[in-house]
Every structure is written in C-alpha cells, then in structure tokens.
C-alpha cells in the first residue's frame, strides 16, 4: 500500500510561484507525477519523474516554468511552479506507478488528496 499526502497548495497571484510537496510512505514506486484537475475540466498531466535515474517529463504547458524534483532520502517529489497563470488554476494531484513514465491517468494507480492552486489575474 502507498500513501501519498500532497502540501503547497494555495492562493498566488500571477507571475507568482508556489512549491508543492508529495511525502510518500509505505511502498514506493519507481515513477511519481504530478496531475491536475480543473473545476469543469479532464484530468490533466503535469510533470513525471524516475525515483532512480530522475527522469523528468512535462507538459508542453508548463514546460520551462514548472520543475519537478524528487528527495529519496525524504521520500518527497517537489512540483515548483514560477511563473503561474491563471490557467495554471486546479487541483494538483501526486500520484505513482511502478515503473516507467506515463501521461495516461488510468496508467498510475495510487494518488494523493490534492491540493488547491488558485492564480488570480
């Protein structure tokens, strides 16, 4: 069983930043990512990442001004996110899977509760 608690989330202006933080327990996975969801809208990827090798993915959206990185030591994948639009507005989701790296949302198996990001124009 895996745990995953997302933290970070919150209220920013845009051009602002924010930091999301994943703490995953129990068993973990090789691959951990990032998705979002907004109000109305699919389920979205964001960014993914190898515990190992740490790979990295992102979305053509936030490409550039979205990094992810992991801690192993910590058990913690990190989502930082500069420059944020109004766009950027969801519920980001961390979530897991073995191994290799997907964009598919119905490829990854355990996720966090999420946590709100709201970018005021």
């Known amino acids: 069983q895996v745990q995953l608690v997302e933290s970070g989330g919150g209220l920013v202006q845009a051009g602002g930043s924010l930091r999301l933080s994943c703490a995953a327990s129990?068993?973990?996975?090789?691959?951990m990512a990032w998705f979002r969801q907004a109000l109305g809208k699919e389920c979205e990827f964001v960014a993914t990442?190898?515990?190992?090798?740490?790979?990295?993915d992102y979305a053509d959206s936030v490409k550039g001004r979205f990094t992810m990185s992991r801690d192993n030591l910590k058990n913690t994948v990190y989502l930082q996110m500069n420059s944020l639009k109004p766009e950027d507005t969801a519920v980001y989701y961390c979530?897991?899977?073995?191994?290799?790296?997907?964009?598919?949302?119905?490829?990854?198996?355990?996720w966090g509760q999420g946590t709100q990001v709201t970018v005021s124009s």
């Open positions: 979530t897991t899977r073995r191994y290799g790296s997907s964009r598919q949302a119905g490829d990854y198996l355990y």
């Open positions: 129990g068993r973990t996975y090789s691959t």
């Open positions: 990442v190898t515990w190992s090798g740490g790979n990295t």
